[in-house]
């Protein structure tokens, strides 16, 4: 048996749950009625997004919780239409209460990318690409 190349719910711990989902919401996404008061599921276009208590999902993966401090080696990143797009949904994300890391930015490789954090300092790339074109919901389509 090979393990299935897919991705289907990414989670997150995080310091106030009730903090960190209210961000959430307000960003616009939508919190699934499967939420409890010890895990907050929303609904993206592709993998389902997990906000629990950082201890419970340590406990869970049977690991320390360990203090993070700076860049944690790990981004989640959004993709949008158009590199037009990109700074405007970093400007919603700041006024949600995120943190803007890098602002709408040309690369070298020819797209649009910028980062925000979310309150647990978990750090979201938006970006445009012009190789990986989206179909009609938002989802990547690979070459």
Known sequence: MTVPARITIVTLGVVDLERSAAFYDRLGWRRSTESNDFIVWFATAGPVLGLTALEALAEDATQPVGIRDGFSGVTLAINVPSGAEVQPVLDAAEAAGGTIL?????????GVTGYFADP????????WSPTFPQDERGLLQMP
């Open 102 to 110: 890098k602002p709408a930015t040309h690369a070298e490789w020819g």
């Open 120 to 127: 647990d300092a978990y750090a979201w790339e938006v970006v």
